[in-house]
Nanobody, 122 residues
Framework: QVQLVESGGGLVQAGGSLRLSCAASGSAFSINTMSWYRQAQETERELVASITVGGSTNYAGSVKGRFTISRDNAKNTVYLEMSAMKPEDTAVYYC????????????????WGQGTQVTVSS
């Protein structure tokens, strides 16, 4: 099992920046795609950005050009640099990781972090 712990959330003014971190720990053969999702009140959880173990990235259109996802494979940590933030970025941000318990594909599992609140004031 892999456990994910997020940090770095908080309150920021519109136009400001925040950096989220998510550290993975536990036993796994490999940690593959790591992602950030967010869920605002009374909305569904949505993908913000993802990054593969090789560094390929994918972003939601609403954050492209403002947010940057990166990872440190040696530390099993993924980051989300958020800039030019808007009130509509306010949400609970969740880290997600896909990993393999063993070398075969059938051992793929996934985990969620507990979430960290990000609030952008206007």
């Amino acid at each position: 099992q892999v456990q994910l712990v997020e940090s770095g959330g908080g309150l920021v003014q519109a136009g400001g920046s925040l950096r989220l971190s998510c550290a993975a720990s536990g036993s796994a053969f490999s940690i593959n795609t790591m992602s950030w999702y967010r869920q605002a009140q009374e909305t569904e959880r949505e993908l913000v950005a993802s990054i593969t173990v090789g560094g390929s990235t994918n972003y939601a259109g609403s954050v492209k050009g403002r947010f940057t996802i990166s990872r440190d494979n040696a530390k099993n940590t993924v980051y989300l640099e958020m800039s030019a933030m808007k009130p509509e970025d306010t949400a609970v941000y969740y880290c997600h990781a896909e990993y393999r318990l063993r070398s075969y594909v059938g051992s793929t599992r996934s985990s969620w972090g507990q979430g960290t609140q990000v609030t952008v004031s206007s």
